[in-house]
């Protein structure tokens, strides 16, 4: 590819080729010959910067021959595979000069663009020398959730002359995922009213293997010593032992609204920001205590992550929550309905949705009330968004707002715990007012 330099130069060539012959000027004829043969040289060496390039996905620098292109080689490394919204990765880009001759680079590693560099510089310009490599090392902010992959590498190879050049990507890509930033909760105030009967968090009334005291009674062959009452013993004179609560865990069903509407508003600040980051401050909280939990997720389909639980459970429910994207406009009803003949009758479900462009929301919710499930409701409302991001005049906000604040009557009326979550709002505090704290 010509440069400005080689064609600025190129074009005084033929000026002065066709001068000459007009002039009948025999140096003016011989100089562009020489500016020609010079171009022609010129061109024919930069040809051997490029061949082509082929791409596949990196992961160690060591057994790694990167992908190339020529004989200048990149490969790329990453601090993290994960981290949270807000979080960052720092990023290694190395490359190589495999040839006996200096090359003179311009590289431009490719971020998504929604990232910010926040330290370093993802472009560089620069000679390097024959069989030397060079890093190119900078730090990006990951602000939003999602799957993201850095790459391809743009790359643009000089002649010695700074007269032709070659471009080319190098394919060579690095994928990361960002989870929903979580916060850090002290309770939910959501407890089960039927829990499963197995090790868990949520007490029951009824003796077995737990950590509450339930009651005393006497003393059989194969008790644990351990669980002998001396205090007991020592007023009565009978071996008595300590009877626990047995421990018992309940399912709990985080449900998210990832319908096109959910997105209304800014990019950062939207009901589904909200609804992702609420689902996995939850499923934290609740697998901590060793709670079962369980995700559906619905927009233009019904995305479910069967109830579980321990740490593994919690990357399940991130991924899924980081991979959650607004489109389409499923029914809370489809929902409900799918799901309804396989949970648990009481188990808690927290739903997740600004209630907007819906008309099946207070049947859909009714369902649940009926079938005694405890419903709760967290409502980022698009209207909050947008007013705040003066895309909606006092007025129009108004109107919506009093329509918005007689569905969360009815809704509270039929004995859901719902809250209007202001954008500003802890989730915290968000779940304490809708469960009446």
């Known amino acids: 590819m010509w440069s400005r330099k080689s064609a600025l130069l190129g074009s005084l060539a033929v000026s002065m080729y ?49 992908v190339a292109l020529s004989n200048v080689s990149a490969m790329r490394k990453l601090s993290a595979a994960r981290v949270f919204e807000d979080g960052e990765v720092e ?42 490599e060079t890093f190119i090392e900078y730090t990006v902010e990951c602000p939003l959730r999602g799957f993201y992959s850095v790459g391809p590498v743009a ?22 995922l960002v989870f929903p930033k979580m916060e850090d909760l002290k309770d939910a105030f959501v407890k ?14 009824q003796p077995g293997p737990g950590s509450e005291f339930y009651s005393l009674r006497e003393y ?5 010593f351990r669980a002998i009452n001396w205090n007991a013993y020592a007023r009565s004179g009978k071996l008595m032992v300590n009877e626990r609560e047995r421990d018992a865990v309940s399912d709990i069903i985080l449900i998210v609204d ?35 939990v369980g995700l559906i997720v619905y927009g233009d389909e019904v995305v479910s992550v069967d109830r579980d639980t321990g740490k593994k459970q919690l990357y399940v429910i991130l991924t899924k929550l980081a991979g959650a994207m607004a489109r389409g406009n499923t029914p809370l009803q489809v929902v409900v309905n799918r799901i309804l003949p396989h949970i648990n009758k ?51 906000f108004e109107v919506m707002k009093t329509e918005r604040d007689i569905l969360i009557s009815e809704l509270r009326g039929m004995g859901v715990n719902i809250m209007d ?17």
């Open 155 to 176: 790359i643009r190879i000089q002649d010695t002359f700074g007269m032709f050049h070659k471009e080319k990507e190098l394919h060579v890509y690095d994928d990361f």
């Open 18 to 66: 066709l001068m000459g012959l007009t002039l009948r000027n025999s140096q003016l004829v011989t100089v562009a010959v020489v500016i020609f043969v010079f171009l022609t040289y010129a061109a024919l060496f930069s040809g051997h910067a490029d061949v082509a390039s082929s791409g596949r996905r990196m992961d160690e620098w060591i057994g790694e021959e990167g």
């Open 192 to 205: 089960s009213k039927v829990p499963k009967i197995f090790t868990g968090a949520v007490n029951i009334r």
């Open 346 to 396: 009481g188990s808690p479900i927290i739903v997740m949705s600004n209630l907007e462009e819906d008309p099946t929301i207070v049947n859909a919710l009714r369902d649940f009330r009926a079938r005694d499930f405890d419903v709760t409701v967290l409502s980022p409302s698009s209207l909050e968004f947008e007013f705040d991001a003066r895309r909606l005049d006092r007025t129009g």
């Open 258 to 292: 990832s319908r096109a509407v959910a997105e209304t508003g800014p990019v950062s600040r939207n009901a589904l920001v909200y609804s992702t980051r609420a689902a996995a401050s939850l499923a934290r909280y609740f697998l901590s205590r060793r709670d079962s």
């Open 220 to 224: 059989f062959d194969g008790d644990s």
């Open 91 to 132: 990023i290694t880009l190395r490359m190589q000069n495999h040839s006996a001759l200096p090359k003179i680079l311009e590289v431009r590693d490719r971020v998504p663009e929604v990232m910010r560099i926040k330290q370093g510089a993802n472009y560089i310009l620069m000679e390097l020398g024959p069989r030397r």
């Open 421 to 437: 979550w202001e954008p500003d709002m802890l989730l915290s505090t968000a779940l304490a007012g809708a469960r009446g704290f």
